[in-house]
Structures are given as structure tokens and as C-alpha cells.
């Protein structure tokens, strides 16, 4: 007997079966990110099929037909700290780094240059845990790193890549949707363009070597996968400066 179609199996409430610890996926084994019906379905973000269910993921039965048990190497679960103080020190900024479904992930805290450290700026994270951020050394471990308002990027068809969380929430203020890595340039992660895929992308780069070479980087991993990619250089931008230097220079406006 033919085994119904996928779109007979899925329920219309697909939020209602987002993984957890107690229910992970049925093919990856995480417990984030994915959907699953134990036994009976899974749509997992990591393991690929023939059947693209859209942003969610790839569609795999569990029904005994196919990719039963099937479970790739996994990274290991994210670790606990054994302690964990953050500094008394309020942060100048905090940056949320989403689900692709809008749930807690991770979070940056930044200090500027002399709260933490005389000579430089500090960035620290915490990863959200049964309802409470925890942070220390070793808390990132495990941990599936995304991309700055991932969670927007279905809603857009047209995306800018930045190199700045801070540039990312000046052109969130004007309708813009852009996006970023969370450690700077020439650290994009190939696994990142997946989330771009089909979408029309401009990376405006930083006005240095390493914003260059960092849109580079982004360019070539976005090859083949975004619908289409266009550097664009922004004229008159000053030395080392980036798109938030560029507006604020026209007088906190796009025009």
C-alpha cells in the first residue's frame, strides 16, 4: 500500500511539535530547532531529504517505511559552567541571537573599551537553559551558532549582511531586514548562507581590509544558494568605517 502523501501526515500546527529534551528529533537527535511526531514524522533542520518542507526543514517519515533510527553524529550537548557570575558592570549593549522560530537561544552581552578590560572591548555570552541564561567559560560548546534575526529572514526577500549587530538594529529602524555573524569579520560559517537561501543579498562591507576580505568570504559561500549577491561599496564612507558611521554621517537618515 502507498504510504499517504507528507502533506496528509503533517498537521496544519507545526509549533505545537517543536523538539525538546524530552521529545528530540527523530533523525538528528537534537533538541532544538526541529519538529517532530514521535514515530510518525520529523522535520529536522540538519539531515536533508528529497522533501524540502519549506524554511522548517527536510521532511522524513518515522513510520518504519524509511529513516527509522537513522542518526547522524551529533555535536555534544551544550556544557554547564561549573559557576557563573556575570560582571557587576551593566553591558553598553545586548544582542539576542534567535531560533529560527523566534524562541531564546543565545544571547552577546558587549562592554566597552575600559569596563572589563583597559585596551579593548569585551563580549560575553549566555545561552538560554530551562528558562534562565547561563553563561561562563565553555558555555558556547555544542552550541549551534546562527545569524543575527534569523528568526525575520522568511518574512524578507531582500536581505543586506552587515558585520554589526548594531548596524543590523539602525536599518531594523528604517523596515530594513540585514543579518550578521556574532564574532566579526572573516568568521562567517558556510552553514549560515542556508539560511539565505533564495533571497536577494547585499553585503555593504566595512571600509578596511578585513571587511572586505569578510565580504568576500560571505560572497563566495553564498554562492549558488542566494537567488543573487551584490557587494556594494557605500561612497564617501570614512576609514574603517561601517553602514551605522555612513547614516549617522547623512544625519540619522536614509534617503
Aim: glycine content about 10%; overall charge neutral.
Amino acid at each position: 500500500m502507498t504510504a499517504p502523501a507528507a502533506h496528509h501526515v503533517v498537521p496544519d500546527n507545526l509549533r505545537d511539535y517543536r523538539v525538546s529534551r524530552e521529545n528530540p528529533c527523530g533523525i538528528c537527535g537534537k533538541h532544538d530547532w526541529c519538529l517532530c511526531q514521535p514515530g510518525v514524522w520529523a522535520i529536522c533542520q540538519r539531515v536533508e531529504s528529497e522533501h524540502r518542507w519549506g524554511e522548517a526543514g527536510w521532511f522524513h517519515r518515522l513510520d518504519g517505511n524509511e529513516h527509522t533510527n537513522r542518526r547522524p553524529a551529533t555535536r555534544p550537548l551544550p556544557s554547564t559552567p561549573k559557576s557563573y557570575h556575570r560582571p557587576q558592570a551593566e553591558p553598553s549593549a545586548i544582542y539576542h541571537y534567535n531560533t529560527p522560530y523566534g524562541d531564546p537561544h543565545y544571547r552577546k552581552l558587549r562592554y566597552n573599551k575600559g569596563v572589563l578590560n583597559p585596551e579593548r572591548k569585551v563580549c560575553l555570552f549566555e545561552v538560554y537553559r530551562d528558562g534562565e541564561w547561563i553563561g561562563g567559560r565553555g558555555c558556547m560548546t555544542g552550541v549551534e551558532r546562527v545569524i543575527y534575526r534569523v528568526e525575520q529572514i522568511p518574512f524578507y526577500d531582500s536581505i543586506f549582511v552587515v558585520e554589526g549587530e548594531k548596524c543590523c538594529d539602525l536599518l531594523w529602524d528604517f523596515g530594513i531586514l540585514a543579518v550578521c555573524n556574532d564574532d566579526g569579520a572573516k568568521h562567517w560559517r558556510r552553514e549560515y548562507s542556508q539560511a539565505l537561501a533564495g533571497k536577494v543579498v547585499t553585503i555593504l562591507p566595512d571600509n578596511d581590509p578585513d571587511g572586505r576580505a569578510h565580504a568576500d568570504l560571505v560572497a563566495r559561500s553564498l554562492f549558488g544558494i542566494a537567488k543573487s549577491i551584490k557587494i556594494v561599496s557605500l561612497p564617501g564612507l570614512g576609514l574603517k568605517g561601517d553602514v551605522y558611521d555612513w547614516i549617522m554621517a547623512s544625519g540619522g537618515s536614509i534617503s
